[in-house]
């Protein structure tokens, strides 16, 4: 089954920098884009990037572009979402989630979501 | 930016009972090229992930019991659950995914 698994969450002080990897198995990786989400402890979701299938398409929010990277590893099934001068307000659980379309086209809706990893931006 | 609002922010109804949640959008989010509606539901129960209900305003995601059913057109969503069970105590999402940044509503809570 379809499992995704996020880690690398943690406390870092504003303006830190922090990498988030979410392992994937269960379904073909290399064929699916994939997304980063996010939702602040007691509130609403929020999306925050896409990647293509084959990483060669990014796509980001504006409240994170030049900030954050998003990337993919196919060889370890693995997606990372690299997080730079991070700011109070970044402070959320992050999940990875699955677009439900395979190859090239990217629908930006989630068919399946990690548990989720918390970061919490604070000195 | 898509602003996307539901209604009623919380909701108590009783077991067997229907519960409807709205959801508008700020502007259209049918694509006339392919009449799709760009609209997605997703349930969330505490301390879990969101899970997909329903994409393009109306289909069903597999595995999602057939009480659960999505309506509208254009900026008036609508989702219907007909006989509410206890299971289905969560928070529900709308969410658009026509345009960037893909917007979700403020969700809305839903008790018995």
């Known amino acids: 089954q379809v499992q995704l698994v996020e880690s690398g969450g943690g406390v870092v002080q504003p303006g830190r920098s922090l990498r988030l990897s979410c392992a994937a198995s269960?379904?073909?990786?290399?064929?699916?884009?994939m997304h980063w989400v996010r939702q602040a402890p007691g509130k609403g979701l929020e999306w925050v990037a896409a990647?293509?299938?084959?990483?060669?398409?990014?796509y980001y929010a504006n409240y994170v572009t030049g900030r954050f990277t998003i990337s993919r590893d196919s060889s370890k099934n693995t997606l990372y979402l690299q997080m730079n001068s991070l700011r109070a307000e970044d402070t959320a659980v992050y999940y990875c989630?699955?677009?439900?379309?395979?190859?090239?086209?990217?629908?930006?809706?989630?068919?399946?979501w990690g548990q989720g990893t918390l970061v919490t931006v604070s000195s | 930016d898509i602003v996307m609002t539901q209604s009623p922010d919380s909701l108590a109804v009783s077991l067997g009972e229907r519960a409807t949640i709205n959801c508008k959008s700020s502007?259209?989010?049918?694509?006339?090229?392919?009449?799709?509606?760009?609209l997605t539901w997703y349930q969330q129960k505490p301390g879990q992930p969101p899970k997909l209900l329903i994409y393009?305003?109306?289909t069903r995601e597999s595995g999602v019991p057939d009480r659960f059913s999505g309506s509208g057109s254009g900026t008036d969503f609508t989702l219907t659950i007909s006989s509410l069970q206890a299971e289905d105590v969560a928070v529900y999402y709308c969410?658009?995914?026509?345009?960037?940044?893909?917007?979700f509503g403020q969700g809305t809570k839903l008790e018995i």
């Open positions: 989630a699955r677009d439900p379309s395979v190859g090239v086209t990217i629908r930006y809706y989630f068919d399946y």
């Open positions: 269960g379904f073909t990786f290399s064929s699916y884009a």
């Open positions: 990647i293509s299938y084959d990483g060669g398409n990014k």
């Open positions: 502007q259209s989010i049918f694509y006339s090229s392919n009449k799709k509606n760009y």
């Open positions: 393009w305003a109306s």
């Open positions: 969410q658009q995914y026509y345009s960037t940044p893909y917007t």
